[in-house]
């Protein structure tokens, strides 16, 4: 069986690709689609993929591949697609913290890590939606695609197989925590910009300053001075 597999129609390949793994091999694997009917955001959220114009792409990793902490995945994942689009894209891109891809102010990708055991094997499963090709997005405002925000047309079927290929070879790298929120806060999404947030139903200004080693978002925002937030607790308005 190959280890990129691709799919004509499926409906998350986050779920597709428990079929494929084979558990007597601890090996990488990969699917991928461009027509997913039942996406899988982060958090319980839908991720639309529009026919034929937009890659879903999940890959399993054995957690004895894994250099990384746990609990890192997930903004290590985010580190690596950003560098990628970066490459692919001659552009700056960056993390809307703490899992959203953005470039040039629109959101173009978005990731949903999750750890599954499977016949005795740890996995980390990897899914990522990546707009390239879909240039409407009136129901979807701050969204765009490679395409709608540098004009680049690229063959999908050309980035899913390097996708893979780079996500092979770098996630099983080592990376020391420092390095990776140096990084990470390197490409941070409006950092040291006053932006507005929702908080409780509240809006209110604030900057943000930086991404700690636990994860945590740190404001300063206008009415209450510096604080951290967790995923949820906190909404950019942009």
Known sequence: MPALIFLKECESTNEEILRFLNHTKADIQA????????????????????????????LALPAQHLETQDHLFNFRTALLLTDFLA??????VEIKWPNDIILKNKKIAG?????????????FIIGIGLNILQKNFDHLPKAGSILTQTGIKLNATKVADSLF??????????IFVEDLFENINQRLFRKEMVSVFEIKGIRQNGIIRNVDKEGF?????????LQKFYNKEIELLY
């Open 31 to 58: 699917v991928y689609t461009f027509n997913q009917t039942k996406g899988k955001g982060q958090y319980g959220n839908s991720w639309e993929c529009a026919e034929n114009l937009n890659l879903a792409f999940t």
């Open 87 to 92: 490459i692919m894209t001659k552009n700056r």
């Open 111 to 123: 990731i949903l890590t999750e750890k599954k055991t499977l016949g005795g094997i740890n996995y």
């Open 165 to 174: 290929v780079y996500l092979k070879e770098h996630l099983q790298n080592e």
């Open 217 to 225: 978002l740190w404001v300063e925002l206008e009415n209450q001075g």
